[in-house]
């Protein structure tokens, strides 16, 4: 792998929380403490005593009843005012600020949250003020799940949820004073999100570089019948639409590696998602993929040096061949 080792790549992503909330904590950032409070869709904490008041109120069919400020993504810790015991009917979301970034992928998306109980009016749990939490959003209550998932990058959303799509299945929790039948209300920043394929305008590369083509949703690369360069080459594919790449980046990536030698496919992680440190790649991605952008799909053209120059078991490369790699850049943050 273009990464230095399986036991890197796997170290940093946890840092980066790009896997599980089970096995890494929740926080984007390694040295912050996940909450105890936060949404997921089960909790250790002992099942309230007794049903909630919130149950004998006429459950509201809209979200009239609440007020957000202020509505603008990203400004600071929101105040929401509840005229409280409140309820809901139904899981729903108000989008307050449109967000203009990529649509949420459900496994990875970082969030601001703030949580108020609509039975008491008081907060119960915020992460405003600290660094965004990633939340694979099939590992939280359902009606978290429900408000978030199809919007943007960059969306302040309003969502309220009745006790069946929030802590009911669980008794409750009573850490926190949330009782069965208590409706839930959050306010949620959507800071970023992992990609699920590139993005931007198509790029035409220059004559005499591999072809990249796609089949079944996949790229296909076609080596030439001619001597590989002696250079390598970076060429991107489309023009990306996020942050740019820094050397010191975590990056998350599919990608595609195929010997120039005997034109076979060497490496396919284009399903699922790899990742690391940057600078725990190969020469050839540490040079080539700096200054890139979030979304683009780029060509790599390595000569030995940028590669791998003794040649390698995993990936298959003899000794002296040039390698080519499709990389899908889905992800970049500080590492």
């Given at each position: 792998?273009?990464?230095a080792?399986?036991?890197t790549?796997?170290?940093a992503?946890?840092a980066?929380?790009?896997?599980?909330?089970?096995?890494?904590?929740?926080?984007?950032n390694?040295?912050?403490?996940?909450?105890?409070?936060?949404?997921?869709?089960?909790?250790?904490?002992s099942?309230?005593?007794?049903?909630?008041?919130t149950?004998?109120i006429?459950p509201?069919?809209?979200?009239?009843g609440?007020?957000?400020?202020p509505?603008?993504?990203?400004?600071?810790?929101?105040?929401v005012?509840v005229?409280?015991?409140?309820a809901?009917?139904?899981?729903?979301?108000?989008?307050?600020?449109?967000?203009?970034?990529?649509?949420?992928?459900?496994?990875y998306?970082?969030?601001?949250?703030?949580g108020?109980n609509?039975?008491?009016?008081?907060?119960?749990?915020?992460?405003?003020?600290?660094?965004a939490?990633?939340?694979?959003?099939d590992q939280?209550v359902?009606g978290?799940?429900k408000g978030?998932?199809?919007?943007?990058?960059?969306?302040?959303?309003?969502?309220?949820?009745p006790?069946?799509?929030?802590?009911?299945?669980?008794?409750?929790?009573a850490?926190?004073?949330?009782k069965?039948?208590?409706?839930?209300?959050?306010?949620v920043?959507?800071?970023?999100?992992?990609?699920?394929?590139?993005t931007g305008?198509p790029?035409?590369?220059?004559?005499g570089?591999?072809?990249?083509?796609?089949?079944?949703?996949?790229?296909?690369?076609?080596?030439?019948k001619?001597?590989?360069?002696a250079?390598?080459?970076?060429?991107?594919?489309?023009t990306?639409?996020?942050?740019?790449?820094?050397?010191?980046?975590?990056?998350?990536?599919?990608?595609?590696?195929?010997?120039?030698?005997t034109g076979?496919?060497?490496?396919?992680k284009?399903?699922?998602?790899?990742?690391?440190?940057?600078s725990?790649?190969?020469p050839?991605?540490?040079?080539?993929?700096?200054?890139k952008?979030?979304?683009q799909?780029?060509?790599?053209v390595l000569?030995?040096?940028?590669?791998y120059?003794?040649?390698?078991n995993?990936?298959?490369?003899?000794?002296?061949d040039?390698v080519?790699?499709?990389?899908?850049?889905l992800?970049?943050?500080k590492?």
């Amino acid at each position: 792998m273009p990464f230095a080792s399986a036991k890197t790549a796997a170290v940093a992503l946890c840092a980066a929380a790009l896997l599980t909330v089970t096995a890494c904590g929740q926080s984007a950032n390694p040295s912050a403490s996940p909450s105890e409070a936060t949404p997921s869709a089960s909790t250790s904490a002992s099942p309230s005593p007794s049903a909630s008041p919130t149950a004998t109120i006429k459950p509201s069919t809209n979200l009239n009843g609440i007020t957000v400020t202020p509505e603008k993504f990203g400004s600071k810790k929101p105040t929401v005012t509840v005229k409280a015991p409140w309820a809901i009917d139904k899981t729903q979301t108000k989008v307050l600020t449109q967000g203009k970034g990529p649509v949420v992928n459900p496994s990875y998306v970082w969030l601001h949250y703030l949580g108020v109980n609509a039975r008491t009016g008081k907060v119960f749990d915020t992460n405003f003020g600290k660094d965004a939490t990633m939340m694979p959003l099939d590992q939280m209550v359902p009606g978290f799940k429900k408000g978030v998932e199809g919007h943007k990058v960059g969306s302040r959303l309003l969502i309220a949820m009745p006790g069946p799509d929030g802590y009911d299945s669980s008794g409750g929790n009573a850490q926190i004073d949330v009782k069965v039948g208590d409706t839930l209300i959050f306010v949620v920043d959507v800071v970023d999100t992992v990609l699920t394929g590139p993005t931007g305008k198509p790029i035409t590369p220059p004559s005499g570089l591999p072809t990249v083509t796609e089949k079944d949703g996949k790229p296909v690369i076609t080596i030439p019948k001619a001597d590989p360069p002696a250079k390598m080459v970076a060429q991107p594919l489309t023009t990306g639409t996020g942050r740019t790449v820094g050397a010191k980046d975590v990056i998350a990536v599919h990608y595609l590696g195929v010997s120039w030698k005997t034109g076979k496919v060497i490496e396919d992680k284009m399903s699922g998602i790899d990742g690391g440190l940057l600078s725990s790649t190969i020469p050839g991605w540490q040079k080539g993929l700096v200054g890139k952008k979030v979304g683009q799909r780029v060509l790599l053209v390595l000569p030995p040096a940028d590669g791998y120059p003794k040649g390698s078991n995993n990936p298959p490369v003899e000794a002296g061949d040039t390698v080519v790699y499709v990389v899908d850049i889905l992800y970049a943050g500080k590492g």
